[in-house]
């Protein structure tokens, strides 16, 4: 059975403000080597806290070796309080994959652990569902015990439904016990290309163009971390084209997508702008 991999936050929710505080610490000299005492001064957290927020940025694709990540410094610049809808999708994307990140995927999402679960095996099945089913679908996937699952896997579905965290988003939304995908706020078409960029150099680098059915069919690809199918996607390809970000051959089958992006960054910055 898989591992949950959901203890780095130990029992801290995440927060965008308490983010926030650590990538400013972040981005000073020290960074996040300085000493925890002065860490603490710097960004009002408590003792126990401040590791466990720096794992949910870290996680989150905001902190890389104890100082902003690149995407981190972008987000520093154009949104340091990190109320834009853009920082939650991008906070959203890097947290989908657990703690690897855009290494190569595995054959079973669940082996990243239960985010990587959730967003990528268990909600593209159950676009409606309760706590309860959530858990009950966990406990046949996970090893750790029942009661453990349903206090971890809480931690995702705060995320993703409470305003301090990645709600605007709308990736997951509640209506009373039940909570509900498949509805999302979806960002602009920048970020959308950002996304697309870096999937690309995590799935067909070195390709100058790929088969548009490996794009939205991809496993733990675009069309799941965005909530949507795949049809739609392929609306979404159509105003990537639209913005130069992606040529599209679709005169003959098969359909191909051709890269039209420099760096993936300069994608980031353009969807702040907009």
């Not at 130990?10 to 403000?17: E, P, R, T």
């Not at 610490?25 to 020290?30: C, G, I, K, L, P």
């Not at 870290?58 to 340091?80: F, Q």
Request: aromatic content about 12%; some cysteine.
């Amino acid at each position: 059975m898989a591992k949950l991999q959901l203890h780095f936050n130990g029992s801290f929710a995440l927060k965008k403000d308490e983010i926030s505080r650590l990538i400013y610490a972040a981005n000073q000299d020290q960074g996040l080597n300085d000493s925890l005492p002065n860490l603490m001064e710097k960004t009002s957290l408590g003792n126990g806290k401040v590791g466990r927020v720096k794992s949910w940025a870290v996680r989150a694709g905001l902190i890389k070796n104890n100082h902003p990540s690149p995407e981190g410094e972008i987000v520093l610049k154009l949104d340091p309080v990190l109320e834009s809808t853009i920082t939650d999708w991008l906070m959203h994307f890097y947290l989908s994959f657990g703690d690897r990140g855009l290494k190569t995927t595995p054959e079973n999402p669940a082996d990243w652990g239960g985010w990587s679960y959730f967003v990528y095996t268990f909600l593209p099945r159950y676009h409606k569902f309760t706590k309860e089913e959530l858990l009950y679908h966990s406990t046949s996937i996970f090893e750790e015990e029942s009661k453990v699952i349903a206090n971890r896997i809480n931690y995702i579905l705060r995320a993703y439904t409470e305003f301090t965290a990645l709600a605007s988003c709308k990736f997951l939304t509640q209506e009373k016990e039940q909570y509900v995908s498949g509805y999302p706020n979806l960002p602009n078409s920048y970020l959308l290309g950002y996304f697309l960029a870096k999937l690309w150099e995590r799935d067909f680098q070195g390709e100058g163009s790929v088969l548009t059915e490996s794009i939205l069919n991809k496993k733990m690809g675009l069309a799941a971390v965005l909530g949507i199918t795949s049809e739609a996607l392929q609306e979404q390809l159509n105003a990537l084209e639209a913005y130069g970000i992606i040529e599209q051959r679709r005169a003959v089958p098969p359909f191909q997508v051709i890269p039209r992006w420099d760096n993936p960054l300069t994608l980031l910055e353009k969807a702040y702008d907009r």
